[in-house]
């Protein structure tokens, strides 16, 4: 189990940018699982944003995400960031920090892959 507390949502206008940040703990070193990001809007399921695998590993992203958004971790601080430029209303959820379990191979796209889950941050976006 790893215990993510994200912080760094609040509310910007269309256009702005916001960085969230994870912070993670866990038994195992953090840089062994694999990371990444989830939105919820209301009443909509909730999607992946991108991820991050442990070790040298590549980053993944969703379409609506890629170009816009970075995802990146520092190990040696046990944290995850998720810059986020170029905000669209549409961008507006509760942003969700989750941690796999150590040394995960496999997909990163479904919330199944995650195990440990913090508690949300949330991002409003005004038009």
């Known amino acids: 189990q790893v215990q993510l507390v994200e912080s760094g949502g609040g509310l910007v206008q269309a256009g702005g940018s916001l960085r969230l940040s994870c912070a993670a703990a866990?038994?195992?070193?953090?840089?062994?699982?694999?990371a990444g990001w989830f939105r919820q809007a209301p009443g909509k399921e909730r999607e992946f944003v991108g991820a991050?695998?442990?070790?040298?590993?590549?980053?993944y992203y969703a379409a609506s995400a890629k170009g816009r958004f970075t995802i990146s971790r520092d190990d040696a601080k046990n944290t995850l960031d998720l810059q986020m430029n170029t905000l669209k209303p549409e961008d507006t959820a509760v942003y969700f920090c989750?941690?796999?379990?150590?040394?995960?191979?496999?997909?990163?796209?479904?919330?199944?892959?995650?195990?440990?889950w913090g508690q949300g941050t949330q991002v409003t976006v005004s038009s």
């Open positions: 989750a941690a796999t379990s150590p040394f995960y191979s496999g997909s990163y796209y479904s919330t199944d892959t995650f195990t440990s």
């Open positions: 991050i695998s442990w070790g040298a590993g590549g980053a």
């Open positions: 866990s038994e195992r070193p953090f840089r062994l699982h694999g």
